[in-house]
C-alpha cells in the first residue's frame, strides 16, 4: 500500500509538470485521419496518436485531476472512471512495450477462402430453401484473438468463424442472370478484434459477392499468389535483399533466388511496380530451371510468372506482385523469405503470418500483366 500511495505522490508531482506541459502535448502531432482502413488500437494511447508515451501519461494526469474531461480511452482497467488505478495500468503497459520490440497488429477475414478485403469476392454458394444466399467466414491475426466483432451487413457476428447472415436474397427463378452469375449489392463490414492485453485492431470496407447460378460449377484453376499492396517509390536499405520463390511440384520442390539488391548497394529504389515486376522477370528468364524442358499449358516458356497484378473487372494495374505458375504437372508458388528478412517479403505484399495461414486463400480479382506475359511467354 505504501508503495502504491508513493506512486500516486508521485505522479501528483509530475501533475505540475503535466500543467506546464499541456499546451507542449497539444503541439505534439497526432495521427492524422487517414484514409487507410486498417486502424490499429493500443491499449494505453489515450491521446489516441498511434503511440504509447509520455504524453499519454500527461493526458491521465489531467484526467485524474480533473484538469480535463475523462474520456473512455483513459479507462484502462474499465471500470467507468479514471483513477489511480489506470495510472498504474498505464505504467504496467508501458513497461510491456519496452519489454518486448513493437509488432503490428493486424487483421483480416476470408469468405468462403477467398479475402474479404477484395472488390470482389467469388463464392460457389447458391440459395438455400429461404432463397437467401451465405457463406462461411473466418478471422485471422497475426496475434492471439481474444474478442472480435464482425459486422457484416448490419449484422453483428462475435465469432472467429461461421456462416455470414444473408448477403442476397431473391427468387432464383426471376433473377436475370448474366452468363449464369450474378453479382450482389456492395455490403459493407467492419472487423474489429482484441488481444489478451486489450490491443485493439480493425479493417472495414465495401465488398460484392458473386453467386453462381444453381448447378453452375466453378472451376478452381490456377491459385495464383497475389500479394498486397506495394507502396512506390520503393526503398529497400542494406545489401541483403533477398527473397525466394518455392515452387512445389509432384516430386519436386525448389526455391528460386531473387537478390534484388545484387550490387549490395547500402540502398536500392524501385519507382514503380512495373520497373520491380521486370527485374524479377529478368531473373526468371535467365535461369534455365525456370523453362519448362517439356511444353506447358501455355506453351514453350517460363514456367514461372511474376508480373504486377492486373484487376480483371477495369483491367487497371494495380501496385501488387501476382505469382504464377504454370507447371505441366499439378504444383504452386510461394514467396518466402530468405536470410531471415521477414520485413522484406511484408512490403512486397506476401507478409508472412498471411503466408503461414493453413487454408490456402485464393484471390480470383487478379490476372498477369499481358504486356509482361507477350515479353516472355511463348
Known sequence: MIRYLFIILLFSLLYIFATFAGQTGSMHTAAAPGESLNIQTKHGDVNRDGCIDIYDLISILRQFCGAEPETAFSDLDNNG?????????FLHAFTHLKERPEEGFEVAASVYDHWLTEPTVYTISTFDENNEVRDTYKIYSNREIERVEFVFAGDTLTQTEGTTPAYFQADPDTINWIEEIL???????KITVWDKEGNCAADSGVSAFMVPSPGLVIGGGNYNNTGKEIVFPLTLKGAWQRFGIKTDIVGRVDTFVVDLNPEGCDSIVYENIDQL?????????????LWSAVTNRY??????FVSSAIYKHTELKSN?????FNSPSTGTAKAVSLDGNEKLLSVLGFKKWVQDIPDRITDYNYRLDPEMFELYGP
Open 320 to 324: 501488387r506482385l501476382i505469382i504464377v
Open 183 to 189: 453479382f450482389s449489392e456492395p455490403r459493407e463490414w
Open 81 to 89: 472512471k479514471t483513477n489511480a488505478f489506470d495510472l498504474l495500468a
Open 299 to 304: 506453351g514453350e516458356g517460363p514456367v514461372l
Open 277 to 289: 515486376a521486370g527485374y524479377i522477370m529478368e531473373a526468371v528468364a535467365s535461369n534455365d530451371s
